[in-house]
Nanobody, 114 residues
Framework: VQLQASGGGLVQTGGSLRLSCAASTRVFDISNLAWYRQAPGNERELVAVITSGGSKNYADSVKGRFTISRDNAKNTVFLQMNSLKPEDTAVYYC?????????WGQGTLVTVSS
């Protein structure tokens, strides 16, 4: 599986960005999808997950600000990020999981200036 993430960039505090991640797989619609992030010096952390059935879960730090969604017709998962804060600065990675197998995208950098 190949994952191509895009949409990162530099934004001011309070701004918005929309990340996209396109996957090359025939099993996209039955897979769970997630966004993770890793800030310098920190562990990679789960930001949001959407299951094959459409259930969503978020890290407490982004609840109410970020929204994960998926378009199975386009094999793409999105992360809409609003009200961005400097602490959201990180490399964001998408992942796709089916059973015990997880594949990762290359990451896209999000920088939020204060």
């Amino acid at each position: 599986v190949q994952l191509q993430a895009s949409g990162g960039g530099l934004v001011q505090t309070g701004g918005s960005l929309r990340l996209s991640c396109a996957a090359s797989t025939r099993v996209f619609d039955i897979s769970n999808l997630a966004w993770y992030r890793q800030a310098p010096g920190n562990e990679r952390e789960l930001v949001a997950v959407i299951t094959s059935g459409g259930s969503k879960n978020y890290a407490d730090s982004v609840k109410g600000r970020f929204t994960i969604s998926r378009d199975n017709a386009k094999n793409t998962v999105f992360l809409q990020m609003n009200s961005l804060k400097p602490e959201d600065t990180a490399v964001y990675y998408c992942s796709i999981s089916l059973g015990s197998v997880t594949s990762w995208g290359q990451g896209t950098l999000v920088t939020v200036s204060s």
